[in-house]
């Protein structure tokens, strides 16, 4: 089974702090994806990348980086945590084609102080 | 732009009866459809997805979901609910004719409770 793997289950950090979240994938996946999940609006997008050292902002990118210096890591990046950053991270993997199923790990949740 | 509802934020449902979890899309030309599930304090599980063919498409754990081009929408459905299948279900659609970068976009969720 493909296994997205993320670092921490649970982050609490100050106001001001650079926060790093870490991905990792074990199938050899093109696509990685960050999302944020907060009650009552689902899912969204932040970044995305489709090859190492590629990325795209998806619908809410500000506030965020990425780096992707290796296939089956994916690092999202707080250059400095804000309250309104308080959420549920999740990232996600696909091997490519639009038809592919997205695969996520287990979910970060964040508290930013 | 693409954009997916689910007007239910939360379905209550009695073990043993049918349920039906609601979903409606817009895109610019056709979609492919998938719905995911998310156990608590989990991260989202794949269930289903409509990519072309037969309009009933069925999924994972007894789960299934009918296409309907007029009506915009994907509903999820199962003949007999159990008390295990009680989460948050998301539906989500990406536009057949976008690049290769792969954008999904996902409803705001809707959660299931199966009572007893």
């Known amino acids: 089974d493909v296994k997205v793997t993320q670092s921490s289950r649970y982050l609490v950090k100050r106001t001001g702090e650079k926060v790093f979240l870490e991905c990792v994938q074990d199938m050899d996946h093109e696509n990685m994806f960050w999302y944020r999940q907060d009650p009552g609006l689902g899912l969204r997008l932040i970044y995305f990348?489709?090859?190492?050292?590629?990325?795209e902002k998806g619908d809410i990118p500000e506030g965020y980086s990425v780096s992707r210096e290796k296939k089956e890591r994916f690092s999202l990046i707080l250059e400095s945590a804000s309250t309104n950053q308080t959420s549920m991270y999740l990232c996600?993997?696909?091997?490519?084609?639009?038809?592919?199923?997205?695969?996520f790990g287990s979910g970060t949740q964040l508290s930013v102080l | 732009a693409q954009s997916v509802a689910q007007p239910e934020d939360q379905v209550n449902v009695a073990e043993g009866n049918p349920l039906t979890v609601k979903c409606t899309y817009s895109?610019?030309?056709?979609?492919?459809l998938f719905w995911y599930v998310q156990y608590p304090n989990r991260g989202l599980q794949f269930l289903l997805k409509?990519?072309?063919?037969?309009?009933l498409v069925k999924g994972s754990y007894g789960f299934e979901a009918e296409f309907n081009k007029s009506q915009t929408s994907f509903h999820l459905k199962k003949p007999s609910a159990l008390v295990s299948d009680s989460a948050l279900y998301f539906c989500a659609v990406r536009d057949r004719a976008g690049g290769a970068t792969n954008k999904l976009i996902f409803g705001t969720g809707t959660l299931l409770a199966v009572q007893p």
């Open positions: 409509y990519i072309t063919g037969d309009n």
């Open positions: 895109v610019s030309g056709n979609p492919y």
């Open positions: 990348s489709y090859d190492v050292k590629m990325k």
């Open positions: 996600a993997s696909t091997g490519g084609g639009h038809n592919e199923k997205l695969f």
